[in-house]
């Protein structure tokens, strides 16, 4: 495969490459790059939203674009009944090697049959969705694969500073659609992702697209730099 740089780099780790980093090019900004080492990081190396995040899990957990599985094993932990899931068969080789008992790689709009009381998403998790039009899909597809009461706790920010001039002034193309879906590709060694979608949304618009598909919408956390964590939660049948 040449298009796993993610899952490659995880198992790079894993073997000893401690310094690795998967370097992000994107659109919207100049190329970052993401250490590595920092997806396997310990319960006391999370930050508050992830911990905030883990306590909310009730049970059973999708961890959705699990990576290294660093918040499924803190859930395993703790005795919670969590699985796994991603897409990279990198990463599900490595979660498998770290003691992650339920890993499923698959795409999470692929399952059909499985049903869950909390989907977990974080680093940007929503991300997956892609687009807003990709974001009404992922919430009537998560209808179905969450039970009645269920709940999706999801990491986003609000981008709109990203687009600031230095005296203040937001400067966006009304013409280029909303500012907030952003194309990326990774890069590892000579692996790539190809350009995909991925959408970071301000936690207004996101209440708005919650209610319309039928859950109800809170904040948990709001952070200085945008971030912040929600919950969305399915009426009960």
């Known amino acids: 495969m040449k298009n ?27 190329n970052d790059v993401i250490p590595v080492h ?6 006391k190396e999370m930050p508050e939203l992830e911990l905030l995040a883990l306590e909310a899990c009730r049970g059973s957990i999708l961890d959705v674009g699990a990576g290294a599985g660093s918040h499924s094993l803190a859930l395993q932990e703790r005795g919670q ?8 068969a990198g990463a599900v080789a490595v979660m498998q090697q770290r003691g992650v008992k339920q890993v499923l790689q698959q795409d999470v709009f692929a399952l059909k049959e499985q049903q869950y009381d909390t989907l ?10 892609g687009n807003l039009v990709g974001l009404e899909r992922f919430l009537e597809h998560a209808k179905n ?21 230095e005296e203040g002034e937001v400067l966006l193309d009304l ?20 350009w995909f979608n991925w959408l970071f949304i ?10 319309q598909h039928g859950f109800t919408f809170e904040v948990l956390y709001e952070g200085e730099f945008g971030e912040y964590l929600a919950r969305l939660t399915l009426a009960e049948a």
């Open 81 to 88: 009944e969590v699985t796994a899931l991603d897409i990279s």
């Open 145 to 165: 694969i969450l039970k009645p009461g269920g709940q999706i706790l999801l990491e986003s920010s609000d981008i709109l500073y990203m687009y600031e001039d």
């Open 120 to 129: 977990l998403m974080l680093m940007n998790g929503i991300g997956i969705a």
């Open 202 to 211: 301000d936690p207004a618009i996101l209440e708005d697209y919650a209610i």
């Open 38 to 43: 920092y997806l396997f990081r310990s319960i």
């Open 175 to 194: 013409n280029a659609g909303y500012y907030g879906e952003v194309k990326y590709n990774m890069h590892y060694k000579e692996e790539e992702t190809g």
């Open 4 to 30: 796993d740089p993610i899952g490659t780099a995880l198992a790079d780790y894993m073997e000893g490459a401690k310094d690795a980093v998967v370097v992000v090019a994107s659109n919207l900004t100049e």
